[in-house]
Structures are given as C-alpha cells and as structure tokens.
C-alpha cells in the first residue's frame, strides 16, 4: 500500500499561517492527484485542495481561495499546503490523500475517489 504521513500542524494565532506537509511512499507518486482533506469537531469530512499528478491544475474550496496554496514536489513524493491568513474556522484535522488518475490534469475534490490516506495532522487556530 501507499503510505501518506502528514507533518507541520500546530497551534497556530488567527492570521498566522503554517505549511503542511504529506510524504508519500513509493515510486509512482506522480501517477496520483494529491487532495488535502479536513475534518472539524461535529463536522463531517470535507474537501479543502487538490493539484494534478504534473501540479499544473489546482482545485479549492470556495472558503481557502487566496489564503490556501497546494503545491507538490514530484522529485521529493511530497505534497505540501501553505496555509496563510488562518481563522478559527480552519481549526480541524487535516488529511493528506492519493487519487490514481488517469487524466494528466485533474484534480478532483470528491471524497470518494481518493485511494489512500494518511493519518492526519491537527491544525489548531486560537483567537
């Protein structure tokens, strides 16, 4: 299997920021469309960024537009999320996950597309 580790989380002021990062086992890591995931106490799981398996198409949510930023480095099988301008709202778990695709420039958000995932990583925005 592919294993997905994420890192960077903290605790972190309302307009601070904090880059997360998600390694990837394996060879084929740039075979996968990457997503960023987040899941909220009492909230379900819910879609925040995805980028293409080349990075050159990006996918976010309407409420991370101009603070988020998803990039990947296929030579180091990471993935990262620079996460700027942070409010209380951010506060959640945050998920790294590989989708196999087989459209060069997808990035798709649906939950249910992506085949592995990591364990999760708390992001923590105090006012």
């Known amino acids: 299997q592919v294993h997905l580790v994420e890192s960077g989380g903290g605790l972190v002021q309302a307009g601070g920021s904090l880059r997360l990062s998600c390694a990837a086992s394996?060879?084929?890591?740039?075979?996968?469309?990457m997503g960023w995931f987040r899941q909220a106490p009492g909230k379900e799981r819910e879609f925040v960024a995805a980028?293409?398996?080349?990075?050159?198409?990006?996918t976010y949510i309407d409420s991370v537009k101009g603070r988020f930023t998803i990039s990947r480095d296929n030579a180091k099988n990471t993935v990262y999320l620079q996460m700027n301008s942070l409010n209380p709202e951010d506060t959640a778990v945050y998920y790294c996950?590989?989708?196999?695709?087989?459209?060069?420039?997808?990035?798709?958000?649906?939950?249910?597309?992506?085949?592995?995932w990591g364990q999760g990583t708390q992001v923590t925005v105090s006012s």
């Open positions: 980028i293409s398996t080349s990075g050159g198409s990006t």
């Open positions: 394996g060879r084929t890591f740039s075979r996968y469309a």
């Open positions: 996950a590989a989708n196999l695709v087989y459209e060069s420039d997808y990035a798709g958000g649906r939950l249910d597309e992506y085949d592995y």
